[in-house]
């Protein structure tokens, strides 16, 4: 009998270790390789483990999996950290829709939106790099640290300017606030999302960079192919004509000119 129970024991301890090594060599590829959704999936799993685990006295495993569960909170938040931003952006907007506030900032005027919209489609045109942010809610003063202050009038021709090869600040950014080219030359944070393409180029990672952080929108348009992309809420819609780029700037602008 004691011989028996020894034996057991001991392919308790054998099972526990490979179990052990299997859990953290599936871990390793599955954060090297999986999608955050996979991630999340794998959890009802785990807490089926740990409970069978524990029911058949697998001491080691049990404890792998106590201390998983443990820091589950800190796991998520790292994992979600891009979906919890746009979460907390959507609640402020729909705070801020709620209680009935005035926004803070002029609305643009169907001029401006024409202006942009114009500047878009020639520097597409003329295969000029851009990135055009326009604020809402949220401010990006803090975004404009580095940077050449202008405060002008919003027109397609001093914006096609600005974006010249040959000028001194083509390769940052214009922040438009107010209503008025506020910044030029500002550089954006790039986004660290994993999820992101990697035939993006610089311009696009750094709004959407900025768009995970705030509530503004930018228009980009590419260097090497010409076309015009819209962000926001750090997702990015690539390839629009002029009419597309109006109508996306009209509804997320000025919603009570959306038709």
Not at 43 to 64: C, D, E, H, K, N
Not at 129 to 151: C, Y
Not at 231 to 259: D, H
Request: overall charge neutral.
């Amino acid at each position: 009998m004691p011989e028996l129970l020894l034996k057991t024991d001991s392919l308790l301890t054998v099972l526990d270790i490979l179990l052990v090594s299997f859990v953290i060599y599936r871990l390793f590829r599955l954060l090297r390789e999986s999608t955050a959704i996979r991630v999340l999936l794998v959890l009802p799993v785990v807490i089926i483990s740990y409970l069978l685990a524990r029911l058949a006295g697998l001491v080691t495993f049990t404890w792998l999996l106590d201390n998983f569960l443990s820091a589950l909170i800190l796991i998520l938040v790292v994992i979600f950290q891009y979906d919890i931003r746009r979460a907390m952006l959507s609640f402020r907007r729909g705070r801020v829709a709620k209680t009935g506030e005035d926004d803070p900032h002029e609305k643009e005027s169907a001029e401006l939106l024409d202006q942009l919209v114009a500047a878009a489609n020639s520097l597409s045109d003329r295969r000029s790099g851009a990135l055009i942010v326009i604020e809402r809610e949220m401010s990006l003063d803090h975004f404009m640290a580095v940077g050449t202050e202008i405060d002008a009038k919003v027109t397609s021709e001093l914006i096609s300017s600005i974006f010249l090869p040959y000028s001194p600040i083509h390769d940052g950014a214009v922040i438009i606030q107010h209503g008025k080219l506020t910044q030029a030359g500002c550089f954006l944070p790039l986004t660290q999302n994993p999820e992101v393409a990697k035939e993006l180029g610089t311009r696009h990672r750094a709004a959407i960079g900025l768009t995970e952080l705030v509530d503004a929108l930018v228009i980009v348009v590419s260097e090497e192919t010409g076309s015009i992309s819209f962000v926001s809420g750090g997702r990015i819609t690539s390839n629009l004509e002029p009419a597309a780029l109006r109508k996306l700037l009209r509804r997320m602008v000025e919603p009570r000119w959306a038709q």
